[in-house]
């Protein structure tokens, strides 16, 4: 594939560094896909000499180099002895004829020189673990290796680069000049991992420096590229990740592989053994289920490009001793980010504390960060983050406690993470609570879901909708006297957890109010089919997509307009004293509910849209039925809701239409968002 490279750029040229194993094809074309998404076309990947001889392998390459050559510039790394070559009976020996590695060289620029320009001679040869220098004290014999393939690659009209020391040393660098290794060298790799196995950095500049001052003294103007770098989140720290990245960008090198796109399977073992140390499998800009990091995704938002200027993104390592502040856990989400605005907007500081994992959000934070700077304090981490988590309570006056995973079907397909983030993830922000100096209180976002599907409640069904036999239940809703039941592994964690924070109140004596919700809707929604649906119904119709509906579409639910439940959550504190270990149910109560049926119709007048819906099966473990009794609360506060259905929901339309460039419906543009 024929690339222009930047010249004379202040940004080196950007590419990845993927391994794979032989037989890995849907990993390739997942990784070609990604590498499309990022907008990089460099790929560096190894190429086994040890496995050429291992019988399949050569149909692996066959099919490896033309699957990438249409996308990629590819730099192949050629390394590891076979063993039944070397001194030892590993592959990381050096070879009992130092010609042999030459003669492979040659065969695979015949074979596949088409495909690359540049190829890479070994790997780290001053890491043990890839090049056995025990068998080679002065690395006399890796210099005579790599000089004659060097040679031999030149003379077929490739360009050479020297495999990347790690960790970065001069002295050995001194060796290969003294050893006229870069006489056939166009290029000299170095690979760092900052704060990972590189634990006492000095910076890109400094070891670039020595580097330079090497090959200067040798008489050498050879480029110098960064052929691996990357960060480890094995402890979760994603911020620290896209930090590396930065800083790596800044480097004075003339190209630069970053490591890598995913994370390492567990079942696999690396080159050190099996699970030897757990750092080596989290380098990826994914997660091993997909999951997309913070540095993929602001990538994909954003490009390499601009990847400096996202101003928004901070960790807070240290803390001011006298800094207080409201701190809001999943404070960039929906409902955060309407809190930290009302708060802020009051002038009190508050602390946005949120992992950026949710698609979107990162749009909250940018928003709140331009309107509120002075007060507002970022902390992007997640909540299993026990240490920055900890020191954040400790100045917290009071917690609100809205992160979660909020989808039941994603609790479903990945349940493990769906406990640690709502179950681990409160659990540790009960304990930071718990073992903090001032104990602040805790508001907390439970859900209706704790109470499962109310399959014993008789229901009865008309032309748009479900409604309980029971009068008294129809007219006031249900209460928290309903027996829980949790359903889903949703269900499970964020009930699990509701008790822990009731439980923690009773026994350690800490101040606490958890609301369980109903349907939340407002402004700052990203609405999807499993959570927040009265904005992505809008969502839908405003942009002309389709709309399915599980079930028969007259499934019930009252809905809360969000400045409503700013309302709840700032009452909630400021009676903390009396409503302390309380839980409440919270939504729109009976004078707000809908079915999806009445609620499409709703839209379809208000958006000025015919819409395309389909039906399909029944998801699991649905309501038909849920409509919140607000009644306890409203005694404890003189709350109640402001907002009226047809009035929130002409509010989230000026909303969508304002911040996604659609034009305002024809019905709605003489009226102005207002409250009710």
């Not at 090497?214 to 930090?243: P, R």
Request: contains cysteine.
């Amino acid at each position: 594939m024929e690339i222009s490279e930047k010249k004379n750029s202040s940004t080196p040229v950007l590419g990845i560094l993927e391994w794979f194993r032989p037989g890995e094809y849907e990993e390739v074309k997942n990784a070609i896909a990604d590498l499309k998404r990022l907008g990089i076309t460099h790929l560096r990947t190894g190429i086994s000499w040890a496995d050429w001889y291992v019988e399949g392998t050569e149909e692996w390459y066959d099919w490896l180099f033309k699957e990438l050559e249409p996308h990629v510039e590819i730099l192949p790394c050629f390394l590891y002895t076979p063993p039944s070559i070397g001194e030892m009976q590993k592959t990381s020996a050096p070879p009992k004829d130092l010609k042999a590695y030459a003669d492979f060289i040659d065969v695979m620029i015949n074979k596949y020189g088409n495909y690359f320009e540049w190829v890479e001679l070994w790997n780290e040869p001053n890491n043990k673990i890839e090049y056995d220098f025990t068998l080679d004290y002065s690395w006399n014999k890796f210099a005579k290796m790599i000089s004659m393939a060097a040679n031999w690659a030149k003379e077929r009209g490739k360009k050479t680069l020297l495999g990347g020391m790690s960790p970065i040393d001069p002295n050995w660098l001194q060796m290969m000049v003294e050893q006229g290794v870069l006489e056939k060298i166009d290029a000299v790799g170095i690979h760092g991992f900052p704060h990972v196995f590189d634990q006492q950095w000095k910076g890109w500049d400094v070891n670039i420096k020595a580097v330079r001052e090497v090959l200067e003294k040798g008489g050498y103007d050879k480029e110098i590229w960064i052929s691996e770098a990357g960060f480890s989140t094995w402890q979760n720290d994603e911020v620290k990740q896209y930090q590396e990245f930065k800083n790596v960008l800044n480097a004075d090198a003339d190209r630069i592989y970053w490591y890598s796109l995913k994370d390492l399977d567990p079942k696999n073992a690396t080159v050190g053994g099996f699970h030897l140390d757990e750092r080596e499998y989290f380098f990826g800009l994914k997660k091993t289920d997909g999951t997309k990091k913070l540095l993929y995704k602001l990538l994909e938002k954003d490009g390499v490009e601009n990847i400096q200027k996202q101003d928004y993104i901070s960790k807070q390592y240290q803390i001011k001793e006298d800094e207080q502040y409201s701190l809001i856990t999943g404070g960039a989400g929906f409902i955060g980010t309407n809190l930290a605005s009302r708060l802020l907007s009051e002038g009190k500081k508050v602390m946005v504390y949120d992992s950026l994992f949710r698609d979107g959000v990162e749009e909250n934070l940018q928003w709140l960060k331009q309107q509120y700077e002075d007060k507002l304090i970022i902390q992007i981490a997640g909540i299993n983050e026990t240490r920055i988590l900890q020191n954040c309570v400790e100045h917290a006056s009071e917690v609100f406690h809205l992160c979660a995973q909020v989808a039941v079907t994603s609790s479903v397909t990945n349940p493990i993470h769906d406990f640690h983030v709502n179950l681990q993830g409160t659990f540790n922000l009960l304990e930071a609570i718990r073992n903090s100096k001032h104990q602040p209180p805790l508001i907390f976002t439970s859900t209706n879901k704790v109470y499962g599907n109310l399959k014993d409640v008789e229901m009865i069904e008309n032309e748009t909708r479900f409604y309980p036999a029971d009068e008294k239940m129809k007219k006031y809703g249900i209460n928290e006297k309903i027996p829980l039941d949790f359903h889903s592994p949703y269900g499970c964690s964020k009930g699990a957890a509701d008790q822990y924070i009731l439980d923690y109140s009773r026994t350690y004596g800490l101040k606490t109010v958890v609301f369980r919700m109903s349907c939340i809707y407002g402004p700052h929604q990203f609405g999807t089919e499993d959570q927040g649906w009265v904005a992505h119904f809008l969502i839908s119709a405003l942009q002309d997509d389709p709309i399915t509906i599980y079930g028969n579409g007259k499934q019930v639910r009252d809905i809360l307009y969000v400045d409503d439940l700013i309302d709840a959550f700032l009452l909630a504190k400021k009676n903390m004293n009396s409503l302390a270990g309380e839980v409440f149910n919270i939504g729109g109560g009976p004078e707000n509910t809908v079915s999806l049926l009445e609620i499409l119709n709703l839209i379809k007048e208000k958006a000025d849209k015919k819409m395309d819906v389909s039906f399909e099966d029944w998801r699991t473990g649905d309501q038909f039925y849920y409509v919140s009794n607000t009644d306890k609360f409203k005694e404890a506060t003189g709350w109640k809701p402001k907002y009226k259905v047809g009035q929130g929901v002409e509010n989230l339309v000026h909303w969508l239409c304002e911040n996604r460039n659609i034009e305002l419906p024809a019905t709605l543009k003489s009226k102005k968002a207002i409250a009710i």
